[in-house]
């Protein structure tokens, strides 16, 4: 079983709706989540950590699902510069062991 | 602005050059890492250094080495690069307690 896994997609969405995607992770001790946004031959950024009680930055929404070890990231009213790859990264606490997923791609279209 | 800094955006090397790799950040943080970055493979650790002249091997480290004689500096050294070596290279740092990562705007590497 993969460690991190993601749906490559790419999701096809038009501007202004709402666009959600999971990432599953393996190891039932992992201790920090995180979502990362890369956009096209640039380097992967901080978008936001997820904590247990769930997170909220404006349009954006992340949560974690520790029973069913699962993380999610909630896109509302989607704009054509959010088109990116997201990217799920799971720190599993052993030595700061570090996993990211594959990423899904994200594609707003006007 | 906090910066974690690649020496070279793009580099062309030829088949079985030594290749030096510069990363520079900062921000004073303990943690360096090498990454690669290949279509379908997503990101791949290739070496980690927690510490002035500690080194780990990632998951890759084959074919590559590190040095990391200063805080601030980690450098990834291709012995004989090879073709199988064309990548994207990400070089990332964190501080203890990894609360996430920065990362440099990479170099793509092509070897012929």
């Known amino acids: 079983r993969k460690e991190v896994e993601q749906d490559p997609g790419p999701f096809n969405v038009p501007e202004g709706a709402t666009v959600a995607f999971n990432c599953t992770y393996s190891?039932?001790?992992?201790?920090?989540f995180f979502w990362y946004r890369q956009d096209c031959r640039k380097e992967p950024k901080l978008l936001m950590s997820?904590?247990?009680s769930g997170n909220e930055d404006g349009r954006f929404t992340a949560q974690l699902n520790r029973a069913s070890q699962y993380i999610s990231l909630l896109i509302r009213d989607s704009k054509l510069s959010d088109s990116a790859t997201y990217l799920c990264?799971?720190?599993?606490?052993?030595?700061?062991?570090?996993?990211f997923g594959k990423g899904t791609r994200l594609h707003i279209l006007p | 602005d906090v910066k974690v800094t690649q020496s070279s955006r793009y580099l062309v090397k030829r088949t079985g050059e030594k290749v030096f790799l510069e990363c520079v950040q900062d921000?004073?943080?303990?943690?360096m890492f090498w990454y690669r970055q290949d279509p379908g493979l997503g990101l791949r650790l290739i070496y980690f250094?927690?510490?002035?002249?500690?080194?780990e091997k990632g998951d890759i480290p084959e074919g590559y080495s590190v040095s990391r004689e200063k805080k601030e500096r980690f450098s990834l050294i291709l012995e004989s690069a090879s073709t199988n070596q064309t990548s994207m290279y990400l070089c990332?740092?964190?501080?203890?307690?990894?609360?996430?990562?920065?990362f440099g705007s990479g170099t793509r590497l092509t070897v012929v």
């Open positions: 190891n039932s001790a992992s201790q920090s």
């Open positions: 997820v904590y247990s």
């Open positions: 250094s927690y510490d002035v002249k500690m080194k």
């Open positions: 990332a740092s964190s501080s203890t307690g990894f609360i996430g990562y920065t």
């Open positions: 921000m004073d943080h303990e943690n």
């Open positions: 990264v799971v720190n599993e606490g052993r030595d700061d062991k570090i996993i």
